[in-house]
């Protein structure tokens, strides 16, 4: 009788826990850092023997609670991480780039549509040099012309600032997720194996890891207890209880640098400081590519009008300017009567015409075209390596989900079944009680 009633009495426990832990599982199943968990269940029975003349004695106890387990495969992890870092790279490059395709569309006022609009008015004005209209539009030509510059330059410097902005941003989060993480580790030092608080330790471990790898691609290694160590570049960002401090500065181009508590370090190859860094060089080179094609601007107006004289046989005088970089460009003179139309001695237009001539290659045009064209490139390239990520990630994702996700069909079925087997455990009880009253009544 003894035996029947610490089976059923073990049991009930057992299924018990076992039903809180299908009930966590349950209310958890829309968490994505929450990992399914499970009761590991053994064998109760108790061997033994007080004297050696004596056959072995067993003492069945039915079954016992081992501990709490996780449904977890560290390389299915480790693969989400890696995926996801990549992921991250690619969507913050492209959504960078984009950003600088659109200061360079300057909103469908681009410098190449001015400087095709103010070629293609020289023509015009080459065919009626005298017409005063035509003359005061050629100079608001070069004016907007300018003025596309400026726009442009302001708001490359603004999106600069903006990226810089949000890597101070991504470099404060990774802060915190190795805070965070060297707290778990040594929280995770003092836990008990097997016990639900060590498998929530284990799930904020795991979060904090995520945040960490979508910020850069540190190397990972896990110790005793799951105590996570993480490095990068050869510095430790995270042991025990010894979070780094990572930290940005900004270059003198507009990029910027990362360095591990005051040390500096590469760039990441991996996670959205990767994509930013990325992002930052690529408008620190579309920034040169402006400031060389606005010098060439001014330059190629002031050469063309240097080469004619004005209707009052005056050489021509410089109609544009730039002190600096390309937000600098300035107008010299609004007055028609300053244009140099004429060549020399020569034909009222003859000047005019020859302003064709800075079209082809070489000129500020045909620059501007071939800028717009190596940044679109780069940008569908981008595009093309986010697409290529997200697929990736997403069957890495579904992997791992697989395997730790909550199911709630598969946690359904486990909820009637550990009902029915403690009501099973219940009836092994009654049964003994039953059984045990009818002995003592027949005394």
Same mark, same amino acid.
């Given at each position: 009788?003894?035996?029947?009633?610490?089976?059923?009495?073990?049991?009930?426990?057992?299924?018990?826990?076992?039903?809180?832990?299908?009930?966590?599982?349950?209310?958890?199943?829309?968490?994505?850092?929450?990992?399914?968990?499970?009761?590991?269940?053994?064998?109760?029975?108790?061997?033994?023997?007080?004297?050696?003349?004596?056959?072995?004695?067993?003492?069945?106890?039915?079954?016992?609670?081992?501990?709490?387990?996780?449904?977890?495969?560290?390389?299915?992890?480790?693969?989400?991480?890696?995926?996801?870092?990549?992921?991250?790279?690619?969507?913050?490059?492209?959504?960078?780039?984009?950003?600088?395709?659109?200061?360079?569309?300057?909103?469908?006022?681009?410098?190449?549509?001015?400087?095709?609009?103010?070629?293609?008015?020289?023509?015009?004005?080459?065919?009626?040099? !005298?017409?005063? $209209?035509?003359?005061?539009?050629?100079? *608001?030509?070069?004016?907007?012309? &300018?003025? /596309?510059?400026?726009? +442009? @330059?302001?708001?490359?410097?603004?999106?600069?600032?903006?990226?810089?902005?949000?890597?101070?941003?991504?470099?404060?989060?990774?802060?915190?997720?190795?805070?965070?993480?060297?707290?778990?580790?040594?929280?995770?030092?003092?836990?008990?194996?097997?016990?639900?608080?060590?498998?929530?330790?284990?799930?904020?471990?795991?979060?904090?890891?995520?945040?960490?790898?979508?910020?850069?691609?540190?190397?990972?290694?896990?110790?005793?207890?799951?105590?996570?160590?993480?490095?990068?570049?050869?510095?430790?960002?995270?042991?025990?209880?010894?979070?780094?401090?990572?930290?940005?500065?900004?270059?003198?181009?507009?990029? !910027?640098?990362? $360095?591990?508590?005051?040390?500096?370090? *590469?760039?990441?190859?991996?996670? &959205?400081? /990767?994509?930013?860094? +990325? @992002?930052?060089?690529?408008?620190?080179?579309?920034?040169?590519?402006?400031?060389?094609?606005?010098?060439?601007?001014?330059?190629?107006?002031?050469?063309?009008?240097?080469?004619?004289?004005?209707?009052?046989?005056?050489?021509?005088?410089?109609?544009?300017?730039?002190?600096?970089?390309?937000?600098?460009?300035?107008?010299?003179?609004?007055?028609?009567?300053?244009?140099?139309?004429?060549?020399?001695?020569?034909?009222?237009?003859?000047?005019?015409?020859?302003?064709?001539?800075?079209?082809?290659?070489?000129?500020?045009?045909?620059?501007?075209?071939?800028?717009?064209?190596?940044?679109?490139?780069?940008?569908?390239?981008?595009?093309? $390596?986010?697409?290529?990520?997200?697929?990736?990630?997403?069957?890495?994702?579904?992997?791992?989900?697989?395997?730790?996700?909550?199911?709630?069909?598969?946690?359904?079925?486990?909820?009637?079944?550990?009902?029915?087997?403690?009501?099973?455990?219940?009836?092994?009880?009654?049964?003994?009680?039953?059984?045990?009253?009818?002995?003592?009544?027949?005394?």
């Amino acid at each position: 009788m003894n035996d029947l009633f610490a089976i059923g009495q073990g049991a009930l426990k057992a299924f018990t826990h076992s039903l809180a832990t299908v009930s966590q599982n349950i209310s958890n199943a829309e968490n994505p850092d929450y990992v399914r968990r499970s009761t590991q269940l053994a064998d109760a029975t108790l061997t033994g023997r007080t004297n050696p003349l004596y056959t072995t004695s067993k003492e069945h106890n039915g079954v016992r609670i081992v501990g709490i387990a996780r449904s977890a495969d560290e390389f299915l992890e480790a693969s989400v991480r890696q995926s996801g870092s990549a992921l991250i790279r690619t969507e913050v490059t492209a959504q960078w780039l984009g950003a600088i395709e659109s200061d360079l569309g300057n909103g469908g006022q681009d410098v190449g549509g001015k400087l095709t609009q103010l070629f293609s008015r020289g023509e015009q004005l080459a065919a009626a040099p !005298f017409d005063n $209209a035509l003359r005061q539009t050629f100079m *608001a030509d070069i004016q907007e012309t &300018a003025d /596309a510059f400026k726009r +442009t @330059s302001q708001s490359l410097t603004l999106t600069s600032d903006l990226i810089y902005q949000s890597a101070e941003q991504e470099t404060a989060k990774l802060n915190t997720a190795m805070s965070q993480l060297a707290e778990v580790n040594f929280q995770l030092l003092k836990s008990r194996d097997g016990t639900a608080s060590q498998a929530s330790l284990l799930d904020q471990r795991d979060t904090a890891l995520a945040v960490i790898t979508e910020q850069l691609n540190g190397e990972i290694s896990f110790g005793d207890k799951g105590v996570a160590s993480v490095t990068y570049a050869g510095q430790p960002l995270v042991t025990v209880n010894n979070p780094a401090t990572a930290s940005i500065s900004r270059n003198a181009d507009g990029s !910027f640098a990362l $360095a591990i508590d005051g040390s500096a370090v *590469a760039a990441p190859s991996d996670g &959205a400081l /990767a994509g930013l860094s +990325t @992002s930052a060089q690529t408008l620190v080179l579309r920034q040169q590519n402006l400031e060389t094609q606005a010098q060439t601007y001014v330059d190629d107006i002031n050469a063309w009008q240097a080469a004619g004289e004005t209707d009052a046989g005056a050489a021509g005088g410089p109609l544009l300017s730039m002190s600096g970089d390309a937000s600098t460009i300035a107008v010299l003179s609004e007055d028609s009567a300053d244009l140099a139309l004429a060549a020399p001695g020569g034909a009222a237009n003859g000047n005019i015409l020859a302003l064709a001539s800075y079209r082809g290659p070489g000129g500020s045009e045909q620059a501007w075209t071939t800028l717009v064209g190596n940044h679109a490139i780069g940008l569908n390239a981008a595009r093309g $390596a986010e697409e290529a990520a997200t697929a990736f990630h997403a069957n890495t994702s579904r992997a791992r989900d697989d395997v730790s996700r909550v199911d709630l069909d598969r946690e359904a079925a486990d909820l009637i079944r550990l009902q029915q087997a403690y009501s099973a455990a219940a009836r092994v009880i009654q049964v003994a009680r039953e059984t045990t009253q009818s002995v003592l009544n027949i005394f």
